[in-house]
């Protein structure tokens, strides 16, 4: 069935209602039609460990749209996930056991149902070692992360927490780059009918490539995947004090080179939306800045943020936290030392901090936005009234180049022409010709507005688009001249059949009797 709002069912469990065997079922109608003649004995149900109703689904073949599942007439079902990715955790749940019987590891997956349903989080645990890594699909906060934390080290040896897309919280990043020096994440690609998990490692600097399992390894240290760095530290050194090393010394000395430094670990913390504690910033720069003054932290972070006041930019310096996620006082007389106006409470400056993170994150994060305008610090301190004028709003998108500010409008159309793109390339991937053809005629009228980067790259990907259009409408030009060809042959055939029947056995045409069909003559017969 397709669902009110356009949704089509994608994904099903074979067997029975309980089962965890997950499908994604072929979109395009000859994949279809193979998959059933490999799979005539399989039934499909709407299972409860996606978060349906239990009945059982029908496969739809459709040679003019998207095939997909179906409930049979008269079914009532509420389930909110239908699309590809809503069976992830079944996927995820059977790559670790695969995984699992290669590596010869005595382990089990579980799914866990943390509030929202049964796809919350995918538990993998071995026996002997006690080792645990889980797989978080839903986003939790980060006062909720840190309980779990708590809770789970206390039964594991090692653990190790692998965030699916948009999973993880600003400050739960931060305390794991601060604990370990990286951030497992993990995201699932379509192969055929089914989808395969990838992991990679990331610190606030650089990612590892995209593995799969096959290529991780469980070692006594937990988790290890290709090219990530080793452990910072585990957990039963967390009260050992830290002693500076060889390469903290190395970091910069001069004061010009550690206001470029602070800048650069500021600005990739925007990016990846986080939150540097000072400790943390310290060990990105690459020099021990833990030991000086707040009078002298306020000198270089203004110097740093300079331009913060001239220009509107936001405060890289109000990203600083507290180990407790508060706000540092020393940022008040950073605040007014670059023109910003001297918060009189600390409650302001937490607001007012607040709004310049919320700035930091629209302007340099990985999905640039509008960033919301500056609050106004009067010279009592409080914040203006709300008639004050708002800043002239601005976007930063991210280029091949750098960092560029453009336009509302141009943004825009720059995420329009990305869009495009990207349809086009879905599209030609589920055959669908007319919706191809919109997407050239809609490109058509964004490229004039384009950069000459953006609209070159557009313009290579119509070419490819209109290659295979012009292709796919060959191939049915074809099909059709043949299926011509034979209605043709065969009405030739048929009435070559019917001449034949006309005639005699010698060939001849029978004569037709002049009074065949005439009535007869009153008194004459019956």
Known sequence: MTYADGRLVQTAVIGNRGSDRAIILPTDADELARWRRRHPD??????????????ELSDRLYRDKVCHFAHHPHTSCHRTATGASSADHLFVKGDLTAWAGRQRLAARASLRHLGTGPGDAVDFRTREVRQHVRFQFR????????????RLSRDSATLDWVFGPGAAHPETMEELYDEHGYLFRFRCETQGATRRVRLRAEDPRRSTEWVPLDAC?????????????????????????????????????SREEQVVAVRAALMTAARLRTRPTWTSLSRAVGRDLSAISDAERVRLLSEVDEAAGRDGSPLLSALLRTDDGGTPDYLGPVSASVGCGTPATAAVLKHWCQREVDRAFALYGNSPRTPPPRLEINRDGH?????????????????????SQVSERQAR???????????????????AVRLVAALLKEAEEVIPRLPRAQSAKLRAEMIDARKWLRSRLEKKEAKRSRKAKAKASAKAEQSAKVSTRGRGRSGKKRQRSPLNGARPLPGHGQ
């Open 139 to 150: 986003k939790l906060a980060h006062a909720e992360w840190a309980v779990d934390q708590q």
């Open 383 to 403: 914040f203006a009234p709300d008639s004050a004028p708002a800043q002239q709003p601005r976007v930063i998108v991210h280029s091949s180049g750098g960092l």
């Open 42 to 55: 399989y039934s499909y149900w709407c299972g409860t460990l996606l978060g349906g109703c239990g009945n």
């Open 413 to 431: 159309e720059l995420h329009r022409s990305e869009a495009l793109r990207r349809h086009l390339v879905m599209a030609r991937n589920d055959k």
């Open 217 to 253: 390894l469980m070692t006594t240290q937990g988790l290890r995947l290709p090219g990530m760095a080793p452990r910072r530290r585990t957990r039963t050194a967390r009260s050992v004090p830290q002693v500076s090393t060889p390469d903290v010394v190395r970091g910069p000395r």
